[in-house]
Nanobody, 124 residues
């Protein structure tokens, strides 16, 4: 099993920044991709960004490219999501997820483990 704990959410004004953290524990060696998803009220959970543990290859949803940066610290088993130039439409619960498959995927079904989520609210 893998446990994921997110932190760093909060309330910020449009144009501001936040950094989310996801601390992983347990059988983290069994995971390949680490991802961030978000879910706004009444909407489906959507992919935001993902990164591999081994070579740190990142990829992003088009909606966040150039504004968000995903990174990882293997020594701390922690993944980060730096969010800049935040917009009201970024408001959502943000979830950290881990995938045991080396296959890159942007769908929630491709991830095996999930954190409890952290709220991000961007005011206009």
């Amino acid at each position: 099993q893998v446990q994921l704990v997110e932190s760093g959410g909060g309330l910020v004004q449009a144009g501001g920044s936040l950094r989310l953290s996801c601390a992983a524990s347990g059988r983290t060696f069994s995971t390949y991709w680490m991802g961030w998803f978000r879910q706004a009220p009444g909407k489906e959970r959507e992919f935001v960004a993902a990164i591999t543990w081994n070579d740190g290859s990142p990829y992003y949803a088009d909606s966040v490219k150039g504004r968000f940066t995903i990174s990882r610290d293997n020594a701390k088993n922690t993944v980060y999501l730096q969010m800049n130039s935040l917009k009201p439409e970024d408001t959502a619960v943000y979830y950290c997820a881990a995938s045991s498959s080396p296959r890159r995927t942007t769908t929630p079904l491709g991830y095996d483990y999930w954190g409890q989520g952290t709220q991000v609210t961007v005011s206009s």
